[in-house]
């Protein structure tokens, strides 16, 4: 079974450049995500506690299976730690075997913002030209420079109570092309924007900004850390918008669409890229993106990691699993 370190996955993205690694995957899950009703789905299994939660994420199609452990521990920086970490492993289904299990937080970041792309291809304008963003955590530069690969973004206004964070994502993206505009808040960041990403990990009901607050026309990535009790957008915002999910049983039970009743969902992202339901109809149409994360993202992108692993033998062999010239004898181990 194949191992994948962080070590291999920076490696990867540096052998085939960050845009094209984020195209690879883009693909990958609009395709996936076409062929929706040919995966098992569920919701992930969620293990809550007062200072966090501890998540299982499954989906599985005819050939492969996948899940994902990850936690979200909104008060690990303060010690040191990460908020998000994640493992995935990768297996055949004809056979049950694993074929791989690799490191999963660098991945969950790249994931993410792929489907906020994926989404935002179908609900904001193809001419936006400033992103803003609140939340300047660890999240924040792959949200930016995944949104940079497929639009034409020339301002990015950024924002978070955290100083320290703000000046690390400054200096991380300071070589880029596109104007970087630090704010004093988070009404100055959204003034005007074409498309404001919330990349906010509090695990509290708060109200970020309101629907006055907010340009005609803007499209909104609503992908914060997500749980149960956990909402950030104005109820009157998301009742004059179109919102968008990835799969609403999950998405009403930890999303910003608890706060709404289940018709106040427009689409599942699958509708739209299925031309089942038409996107955006228009400049002035507010979208939301209701992204609280979903196990098909997962696949997708390990399906796509596995077979570049395999394309440039990346990642190392591990014998985890007993290979025996008798299968029914497992006993001959350790006898």
Not at 126 to 132: C, E, M, N, R, Y
Not at 225 to 239: A, I
Not at 289 to 300: P, R, Y
Request: proline share 3%; net charge negative; charged share 20%.
């Amino acid at each position: 079974m194949k191992i994948l370190t962080v070590d291999d996955i920076r490696h990867l993205i540096n052998t085939l450049g960050l845009s094209c690694f984020f195209q690879r995957v883009l693909d990958a899950m609009e395709l996936d995500f076409f062929h929706w009703n040919e995966f098992n789905l569920s919701p992930r299994h969620a293990t809550h506690y007062p200072h966090g939660v501890i998540e299982l994420m499954p989906c599985s199609d005819k050939s492969l299976y996948s899940f994902k452990y990850v936690n979200g521990h909104p008060g690990n920086p303060k010690k040191g730690q990460l908020n998000v970490v994640a493992l995935g492993l990768l297996s055949e289904v004809s056979s049950g075997y694993p074929l791989m299990i690799t490191e999963m937080t660098l991945l969950t970041a790249l994931r993410t913002a792929v489907t906020g792309v994926l989404a935002a291809k179908y609900l904001a304008r193809a001419d936006a030209k400033t992103l803003a963003i609140i939340g300047t955590g660890a999240q924040a530069e792959f949200q930016v420079m995944c949104f940079a690969s497929f639009f034409s973004l020339d301002k990015i206004r950024f924002y978070d109570c955290d100083k320290l964070a703000m000046k690390k994502f400054e200096e991380n993206l300071a070589a880029e092309s596109f104007k970087l505009i630090a704010c004093q808040n988070i009404h100055e960041t959204i003034r005007s924007a074409d498309i404001i990403v919330t990349a906010t990990a509090a695990k509290k009901k708060q109200c970020l900004f309101k629907l006055e607050d907010i340009a005609s026309g803007t499209h909104i990535h609503a992908m914060g850390g997500d749980c149960p009790g956990k909402t950030e957008l104005d109820v009157s915002l998301l009742e004059q918008s179109k919102i968008v999910v990835e799969y609403a049983p999950q998405s009403l039970a930890e999303g910003e669409s608890q706060q709404c009743p289940k018709n106040g969902i427009y689409a599942e992202l699958w509708e739209l890229i299925c031309k089942n339901k038409t996107g955006r109809l228009n400049a002035e149409e507010i979208t939301i993106f209701d992204s609280v994360g979903f196990a098909l993202e997962d696949f997708s992108i390990l399906r796509v990691v596995y077979a570049l692993a395999e394309e440039h033998q990346l990642g190392t062999e591990l014998a985890l699993i007993p290979k025996l010239n008798d299968p029914k004898n497992l006993y001959s181990l350790i006898n």
